[in-house]
């Protein structure tokens, strides 16, 4: 069955850095463009960055554009957001998402998503 | 990428049945048929409800149904059940090959 393991997570400094990770099985995971989604304590889902099954193509929201950066390593079925410069508004559940794909081609829905982790941004 | 408008809460009596609003513009609802629909219980990862603006997952309840018309769409839950009780949110893709969800809507079954 599909499953998404997201580590990375924890307790940081304003302006400090993490690298994020997200392990699948259960799919062909070279072949799906993998989500980040976050959410603010008590708000709502915000969409992060996606990355194409072949890492080729990468698009972030404008809230984090210039200072996180999504990548893969297909070999390690792997999935990374690496989160720079982070500020107390950063402070959410990160999760990682599968896109959905259905008769070959992506449909831009997530079919699956992992637990979440937390990510406290504070001095 | 503004996000897409919703009301912030609805609710209703078991048995009956709700409309939740997604509100966008042609850049996004409008523009595509990537309109999706999540539940979310507190503390426990989103679930997908409906995808491609209608269509129900495997395993979703037929008592679950989307729609959309111009740059609007719209989930409707019928024959309402306490286990329904959730934030329910909508999100498209976008002409920025970006994808937005809305404000999120609380529902509550009385």
């Known amino acids: 069955q599909v499953q998404l393991v997201e580590s990375g997570g924890g307790v940081v400094q304003p302006g400090r850095s993490l690298r994020l990770s997200c392990t699948a099985s259960?799919?062909?995971?070279?072949?799906?463009?993998m989500h980040w989604v976050r959410q603010a304590p008590g708000k709502g889902l915000e969409w992060v960055a996606v990355?194409?099954?072949?890492?080729?193509?990468?698009y972030y929201a404008d809230s984090v554009k210039g200072r996180f950066t999504i990548s893969r390593d297909n070999s390690k079925n792997t999935v990374y957001l690496q989160v720079n410069s982070l500020r107390p508004e950063d402070t959410a559940v990160y999760y990682c998402?599968?896109?959905?794909?259905?008769?070959?081609?992506?449909?831009?829905?997530?079919?699956?998503w992992g637990q979440g982790m937390l990510v406290t941004v504070s001095s | 990428q503004s996000a897409l408008t919703q009301p912030a809460s609805v609710s209703g009596s078991p048995g009956q049945s709700i409309t939740i609003s997604c509100t966008g513009t042609r850049s996004d609802v409008g523009g595509y048929n990537y309109v999706s629909w999540y539940q979310n219980h507190p503390g426990k990862a989103p679930k997908l409800m409906i995808c491609e603006v209608s269509n129900r997952p495997s395993g979703v309840s037929n008592r679950f149904s989307g729609s959309k018309s111009g740059n609007t769409a719209s989930l409707t839950i019928s024959g309402l059940q306490a286990e329904d009780e959730a934030d329910y949110y909508c999100s498209s893709y976008t002409s920025s090959s970006t994808w937005v969800f809305g404000g999120g809507t609380k529902l509550t079954v009385l």
């Open positions: 259960g799919f062909t995971f070279s072949h799906i463009s």
């Open positions: 990355i194409t099954y072949n890492g080729s193509n990468k």
């Open positions: 998402a599968r896109e959905g794909v259905r008769d070959g081609y992506h449909k831009g829905f997530f079919d699956y």
